[in-house]
């Protein structure tokens, strides 16, 4: 059974710093690529960040600059370091592990969200 369980969400100010971690089990994490998606009530979830299981790195561009992934494949942990937050960051975040097949169909696993809000 496949499990992503993010955590470090929180309430902070403008200007403040998080970092939400994705621990995942069930899944041989290395060969995976992961990323953090973020989600506000009425609107579709975006792309935040993602990493390739080789380390490569790509950021939606309101967040460049500011936030960082990373990942820790001897823990199979994913993390995203927030720093300088904005209102406009307020969402909840999602982990996911996404792989594509050989034959080309992907497959994505979703953690259950944490919720980060940033007061002005």
């Known amino acids: 059974q496949v499990q992503l369980v993010e955590s470090g969400g929180d309430l902070v100010q403008a200007g403040g710093s998080l970092r939400l971690s994705c621990a995942a089990s069930g899944i041989i994490f290395s060969i995976y690529g992961m990323g953090w998606y973020r989600q506000v009530p009425g609107k579709q979830r975006e792309l935040v960040a993602t990493i390739t299981h080789g380390g490569s790195t790509n950021y939606t561009d309101s967040v460049k600059g500011r936030f960082t992934i990373a990942r820790d494949n001897a823990n199979d942990t994913v993390f995203l370091q927030m720093n300088r937050l904005k209102p406009e960051d307020t969402a909840v975040y999602y982990c996911?592990?996404?792989?594509?097949?050989?034959?080309?169909?992907?497959?994505?696993?979703w953690g259950q969200g944490t919720q980060v809000t940033v007061s002005s």
């Open positions: 996911n592990a996404h792989r594509t097949l050989s034959g080309g169909r992907r497959i994505d696993y």
